[in-house]
């Protein structure tokens, strides 16, 4: 009997709690479904600052780990069920969603809004997130990849890294800092499409490799890539971090931040985390190269809006908010201007305060977003865009799959050459599909 | 004489034994949780160092943290599917397993079979036509209709592991009860519940640990009005930054009321557990 007093009581507590979804009394409540990541924790805390201007639109935003976000969020679309009013996508899916129709055209809504200043986004993260010349989402937080290095231990070397280093002055900076408590560079080794193969991409693109021709013959089989992925692999096995096979972002942070590393090249929001000597000790560099200049990937988790959604004015009115320029003023003046999303707007770069707040890596994170080109990824023409990754619907499936066949030459279970063959063969499957 | 002091003499030595393996074995099982509580204990620089931080001023910064966020409506929601689902599972189990143990249909073992190959069908392989099923009947973002899916996932387990207790009641007892009059009801709550009350603690525990437990469709049956305790969890999965000791917190916070209930339900637990064990 107790028992089915406390239900009652706690669905009555639920019912009267939970009165989410639609609209009633006046009040619209709209859906974000958002990737967890400081931005987004910042924008959760001035959620309420949203709502004091805006009584009549309540936000709930949901926070998912990436991969779980983008099933999810996927799920949503296709079957068109409406869960959501906006969701954080990144530039993968931008383009790829825009064509099928599964998000909103955001430019008519931009159009209406005078204070917006969608030229002030920067170019290449408003390219990446177009259609057909249409705004499809509106960038919350952009990010390139750099390295990032332990100035005072490659001083202790003789060492000095120039602003826009090979990777051969890379890896040789590497095995000469490499000692037992130290390891000379740390890259992701982790599968998966987001994981390892980003910072993989870059090195592959850089060499000259590309994964399709432009009549998607897969490229996988040939000297460019062979020679990046042995570099990368052996770069790591020879100076890298001890198991390699399991590092990913956070881990490589750790490595790098607890001082047993000394490079690292990743995310340019990975230094806004950095902590004692790690954040006195640094020093920031442009992504290496090999053959083509300005390697650096380019991704943005950024708002759209599915089509589905049936509250489609409110949800923007948030949207807005959320990417406007005042909403950058909001977060430097009220959280700290070391909390101010990166890589979404030039002017951000332009302020005084971020400038200092942002130091050394400020500039190298505007540059690195602005040279990034997602049609003009690698040497050689290609018929997709992407840097880090290839538009089309197939790539997350064929990306895990070629990643994680890399990271069995990474723990010893084969060769390079043996790891290309299964990788040409599956991406010759997914370029079949494209004709 | 001699051979009895020996025997004394060796009997504390292999009892010491076993429970040192005992203790051990406990210990390898009861890390992870401990490493859990722990983190939730450290700062996040201190939950990702390497090697592990081992000595450390213990801090409640994560938990005030998690407890900032909009922690209570998913605990709200978790206890409501859980012990809604786990309530249902009895309501129509007992009778079910009462069915098939004390007055045995035709076909008992076919039956019993049915029951658990519903088990048989991965998750994923439902998640589909569930999805639609729920999204034309307005049902997504429900948590009465996770609720219901909690109870089918937990009803043929429920029923096996309620027939398997209703089987050690001696026969002679009902047929006592009947010849004193005795109905069906009058059976159930005079025989059947005192009797193996063990076990159903035991199978509503089991149950109410899945339905609390239970990943895989809260997530893709729920938003942002019914998310359960594990939706809230992974939440605390960052692409970027340092989450181990934000996320041990919650998930400390999370497994407390499980934990609670198991500890006060530990006497009839392992009673219901150990239920048919020796014949």
């Keep these: 009997m107790s028992i089915f007093a406390v239900l009652i009581a706690l669905v009555a507590g639920a019912c009267s709690g939970g009165a989410g979804g639609g609209t009633g009394g006046g009040t619209t409540t709209i859906t974000l479904a958002a990737v967890d990541n400081p931005s987004m924790a910042d924008l959760k805390k001035l959620v309420p600052d949203f709502q004091a201007t805006h009584p009549n639109i309540q936000v709930?935003?949901?926070?998912?780990?990436?991969?779980?976000?983008?099933?999810?969020?996927?799920?949503?679309?296709?079957?068109?069920?409406?869960?959501?009013?906006?969701?954080?996508?990144?530039?993968?899916?931008?383009?790829?969603?825009?064509?099928?129709?599964?998000?909103?055209?955001?430019?008519?809504f931009i159009a209406k809004d005078p204070s917006y200043a969608p030229d002030d986004l920067i170019p290449g993260i408003r390219g990446a997130l177009s259609y057909n010349g249409n705004?499809?989402?509106?960038?919350?937080?952009?990010?390139?990849?750099?390295?990032?290095?332990?100035?005072?231990?490659?001083?202790?070397?003789?060492?000095?890294?120039?602003?826009?280093?090979?990777?051969?002055?890379?890896?040789?900076?590497?095995k000469a800092v490499n000692s037992r408590s130290v390891n000379g560079i740390c890259l992701r080794g982790l599968p998966g499409w987001g994981e390892q193969l980003a910072p993989l991409d870059t090195v592959v693109n850089t060499y000259g490799g590309r994964w399709f021709d432009p009549q998607w013959n897969a490229q996988l089989n040939t000297p460019q890539w062979h020679d990046a992925v042995s570099f990368y692999i052996n770069l790591l096995k020879t100076a890298g971090e001890p198991g390699a096979g399991n590092a990913g972002f956070t881990e490589c942070l750790n490595a790098y931040n607890s001082g047993k590393v000394a490079m690292w090249y990743d995310a340019t929001v990975a230094a806004s985390f950095f902590t004692g000597d790690a954040a006195k000790n640094s020093g920031?560099?442009?992504?290496?190269?090999?053959?083509?200049?300005?390697?650096?990937?380019?991704?943005?988790?950024?708002?759209?809006?599915?089509?589905?959604?049936?509250?489609?004015?409110?949800?923007?009115?948030?949207?807005?908010?959320?990417?406007?320029?005042?909403?950058?003023?909001?977060?430097?003046?009220?959280?700290?201007?070391?909390?101010?999303?990166?890589?979404t707007r030039t002017s951000t770069y332009d302020l005084p305060e971020y400038k200092a707040a942002a130091g050394a890596f400020a500039d190298v994170t505007l540059q690195s977003i602005a040279h990034a080109d997602v049609t003009h990824p690698t040497v050689d023409p290609v018929p997709y865009i992407g840097v880090q990754y290839v538009d089309i619907d197939e790539f997350q499936q064929l990306g895990d799959k070629v990643s994680q066949e890399f990271a069995k030459v990474i723990a010893g279970g084969q060769t390079v050459d043996q790891a290309l063959a299964k990788a040409q063969a599956l991406a010759t499957d997914v370029g079949k599909a494209q004709h | 004489m001699s051979a009895s002091v020996k025997v004394r003499r060796q009997f504390p030595t292999s009892k010491v034994m076993w429970s040192v393996i005992g203790w051990l074995v406990v210990f390898v099982f009861f890390f992870?949780?401990?490493?859990?509580?722990?983190?939730?204990?450290?700062?996040?620089?201190?939950?990702?160092?390497?090697?592990?931080?081992?000595?450390?001023?213990?801090?409640?910064?994560?938990?005030?943290?998690?407890?900032?966020?909009?922690?209570?409506?998913?605990?709200?929601?978790?206890?409501?599917?859980?012990?809604?689902?786990?309530?249902?599972?009895?309501?129509?189990?007992?009778?079910?397993?009462?069915?098939?143990?004390?007055?045995?249909?035709?076909?008992?073992?076919?039956?019993?079979?049915?029951?658990?190959?519903?088990?048989?069908?991965?998750?994923?392989?439902?998640?589909?036509?569930?999805?639609?099923?729920?999204?034309d009947l307005q049902l997504l973002d429900n948590i009465f209709a996770l609720a219901l899916i909690y109870t089918t996932i937990n009803l043929p387990l429920g029923v096996w592991l309620l027939r398997s207790f209703l089987l050690e009641i001696p026969p002679e007892l009902f047929e006592a009860a009947r010849v004193d009059g005795a109905g069906f009801f009058t059976e159930i709550r005079r025989i059947v519940v005192p009797l193996v009350a063990p076990g159903i603690a035991a199978t509503s525990l089991i149950c109410l640990i899945f339905s609390w437990n239970e990943f895989f469709y809260a997530v893709n049956f729920t938003s942002s009005v019914a998310g359960t305790a594990p939706i809230f969890l992974v939440g605390f999965i960052s692409g970027r930054g340092l989450f181990y000791a934000k996320l041990a917190a919650a998930a400390t916070l999370a497994s407390l009321p499980v934990l609670i209930g198991g500890w006060i339900a530990q006497k009839q637990l392992i009673r219901g557990l150990t239920m048919g064990a020796v014949k």
């Design chain 1, 60 to 108: 709930k935003i949901v926070t998912l780990p990436e991969d779980v976000l983008r099933q999810q969020v996927t799920q949503d679309v296709a079957a068109g069920s409406g869960r959501y009013d906006l969701f954080t996508i990144g530039t993968y899916e931008v383009p790829l969603w825009a064509k099928k129709g599964w998000i909103e055209n955001l430019s008519p």
């Design chain 1, 135 to 174: 705004l499809f989402a509106v960038p919350f937080y952009g990010e390139s990849s750099m390295l990032m290095y332990r100035k005072d231990m490659l001083a202790a070397k003789g060492i000095t890294m120039p602003d826009h280093p090979t990777w051969d002055q890379v890896a040789a900076a590497a």
């Design chain 1, 284 to 343: 920031y560099a442009y992504a290496p190269i090999k053959v083509k200049d300005w390697s650096g990937w380019l991704w943005a988790w950024s708002l759209g809006m599915p089509s589905s959604s049936k509250k489609k004015d409110a949800a923007w009115t948030f949207a807005d908010w959320a990417t406007n320029k005042a909403y950058i003023q909001l977060v430097g003046t009220k959280l700290g201007w070391q909390h101010v999303s990166p890589g």
């Design chain 2, 32 to 135: 992870p949780v401990l490493w859990m509580w722990l983190e939730s204990f450290k700062t996040e620089p201190q939950a990702a160092s390497s090697p592990p931080t081992i000595f450390f001023a213990p801090t409640l910064e994560e938990f005030q943290q998690v407890l900032s966020g909009d922690f209570p409506p998913y605990f709200i929601n978790s206890a409501i599917a859980s012990i809604g689902s786990t309530l249902l599972v009895l309501v129509l189990g007992l009778p079910a397993a009462y069915a098939l143990a004390i007055r045995p249909v035709k076909r008992t073992r076919d039956v019993l079979f049915f029951f658990i190959s519903t088990r048989f069908l991965p998750f994923a392989a439902s998640l589909v036509p569930l999805y639609l099923l729920a999204r």
